[in-house]
């Protein structure tokens, strides 16, 4: 065997020294640590990517990328380490350690993970924090770019718009959110009628697998890379990049807002709304906000509702389409603002179009906040006395609030099978119910989301059925937790369903393949359905046990 230079072995050696003192000595924190240094490479030291719990500056790099405040609490449980990545070798070496120790490894890129399932967990665990792995290569000859999951959509946007100002890319509205978990669940944004969702707009990837291999989508196989376009982070592999399409925009887009209150005919303006939207010219985005406002009595409250629009078009175009095909909002060229595409981003996440676009680059919110997301897909159209019903059940719950976004157009031309995302043609629009407080506190939280649900049952019968579909990036912990025992199958098919329809099943079929020991798990991670899993469960179990698990296995397989 050949030997180590000094040279290389010096490094390793003081590596080992400086990560020591931070682990206690033996245990299974050292042991890790010590696989870690060995694998990395001594031209890319990992030793200044580990945090752990005795490290200073653990909590500051933990909280920086905590998106909502619900769990950024002192009893949340906390990973007792972080690796921040800045090269693929410590990618390849977190896996192949964590898989060799058996630890459970969360996976970061931006932190906008609405239940958190991205950097907490009630089992021990480890963080991996992809922060670091946020370039950017922008190619507009070929119009594509290579994108580290860590970048933020912001930044993404910004360096586009640095190469050409008729370009851009259909992906989400909040620019601080990260790369990599935004396009593995889907990526939806305002221009997806025009061009669909993210990814429906991606051509090539790279990833870290179990076996913590470098793959991208020649070697990976067509299977695989299906089930990274939209199939949720954190089950497949670790996202590295995606190699994204870049699409055409004019120089100039017109954005609009406007408000109308019950008062004001909001409930005409808003069933009208629900049969234009969808079917109205493709270069047009309205999304609706429904929320509860002061009425114009004192002491009173009454319904908002906000039409936010996106149009690739000049504002005189946009008023003709508005007369033609929505003339009940009333729209004048007043209303419209003509700007550039990277400014319309600034717009929709309500910031000032005139602040100087660099603070696209700025990757922490303008507010944090504590919240809870849910989301439906609504197929027909709502009569006026529905509305007129959620309009009282709304002011009875005051806080609760609504986001209706429009489908149609290249949504409805792709079929539900060309990517896991699979909530294509049949859907009128999507809804994501929002609540958002400030105050900490149990029982303040409990108060807003107990709210939230009591909205969600209420719409119950206005939305998809059977199953009653949900956004994978809107995660709801509420659709189903799994902790990945004996029924793990059953467990994940409860949300499975829910997000994926009818791809679940391939995309447990992949999982499977690619990942049999389920590795790569969260709380609504793609199950694994084999007799791989099956044997490390039913270890020490009983006969009854083990007969009852190859009947279940039998069952499950045969379910649709």
């Not at 945090?51 to 950024?72: E, K």
């Not at 002491?299 to 629009?309: D, L, N, P, S």
């Not at 990277?342 to 910031?351: A, C, E, G, R, Y």
């Not at 793990?488 to 098919?493: A, E, S, T």
Request: some cysteine; glycine content about 8%; hydrophobic content about 40%.
């Amino acid at each position: 065997m050949e030997l180590l230079s000094s040279t290389t072995l010096l490094p390793i050696l003081l590596c080992l020294s400086l990560l020591s003192s931070y682990f206690a000595p033996n245990s299974a924190d050292n042991t890790f640590v010590h696989c870690l240094v060995n694998q990395s490479e001594s031209s890319h030291p990992i030793s200044a990517t580990i945090f752990s719990q005795n490290t200073s500056s653990f909590s500051s790099v933990l909280q920086a990328y905590i998106r909502n405040l619900r769990f950024n609490t002192s009893t949340t449980p906390k990973p007792f380490l972080i690796i921040t990545p800045f090269d693929v070798s410590h990618v390849k070496a977190a896996v192949v350690c964590a898989k060799k120790h058996n630890l459970l490894m969360k996976i970061r890129s931006g932190g906008h993970d609405y239940e958190g399932a991205s950097y907490v967990s009630s089992k021990p665990f480890f963080l991996l924090d992809m922060f670091n792995l946020r370039s950017i290569e922008i190619d507009i000859e070929s119009e594509s770019a290579w994108v580290q999951a860590g970048a933020t959509l912001g930044e993404v946007y910004y360096g586009i718009a640095e190469k050409s100002k008729t370009h851009g890319f259909p992906a989400g509205v909040c620019p601080t959110v990260g790369v990599g978990g935004h396009i593995s669940g889907g990526g939806y944004g305002n221009l997806m009628r025009k061009y669909g969702t993210a990814v429906d707009n991606v051509v090539d990837a790279q990833i870290v697998d179990a076996q913590g291999r470098l793959l991208n989508r020649r070697t990976m196989g067509e299977d695989l890379f299906w089930a990274v376009k939209g199939g949720g982070g954190g089950s497949f592999g670790v996202i590295l990049a995606y190699k994204i399409k870049l699409v055409r925009i004019p120089e100039k887009v017109t954005v609009f807002k406007v408000g109308k209150t019950l008062e004001q005919n909001a409930t005409n303006i808003v069933y009208n709304w629900q049969h234009a939207a969808p079917s109205i010219d493709n270069n047009l985005f309205i999304r609706l906000i429904l929320e509860v406002v002061n009425g114009t009595e004192v002491g009173t409250k009454t319904v908002r509702a906000t039409f936010i629009a996106l149009f690739l078009g000049d504002s005189e175009s946009l008023v003709s389409v508005m007369k033609d095909k929505f003339p009940q909002l009333g729209l004048k060229e007043s209303d419209c603002i003509e700007t550039s595409w990277l400014q319309s981003v600034m717009f929709w996440d309500n910031i000032d179009i005139a602040t100087p676009v660099e603070i696209l680059l700025e990757r922490q919110p303008q507010s944090l906040k504590y919240l809870k997301r849910k989301s439906d897909y609504v197929k027909k159209p709502i009569s006026k006395e529905g509305w007129e019903g959620i309009w009282k059940k709304m002011i009875e719950l005051e806080k609760s609030v609504m986001f209706f976004n429009p489908y149609g157009g290249r949504m409805a031309e792709i079929p539900s099978t060309e990517t896991p995302f699979p909530h294509r043609a049949g859907n009128l629009w999507k809804i994501q119910y929002q609540a958002n407080w400030f105050e900490a506190g149990e029982e303040v939280a409990q108060h807003h989301m107990k709210q939230l649900r009591e909205l969600y049952k209420y719409m119950t019968p206005f939305v998809s059925q059977n199953p009653r579909q949900a956004f994978m990036c809107y995660k709801d912990l509420d659709l189903g937790i799994n902790h990945h025992g004996f029924l793990g199958y059953l467990k994940g098919r409860a949300y499975g369903v829910q997000y994926f329809h009818d791809n679940f099943k391939r995309l447990v079929e992949i999982k499977s393949k690619v990942d049999p020991t389920n590795f790569f798990r969260t709380e609504q991670s793609i199950p694994v359905l084999n007799y791989v899993e099956f044997r490390r469960l039913i270890t020490g179990k009983s006969v009854l046990s083990v007969m009852f698990g190859l009947f279940a296995i039998h069952w499950i397989r045969n379910l649709k």
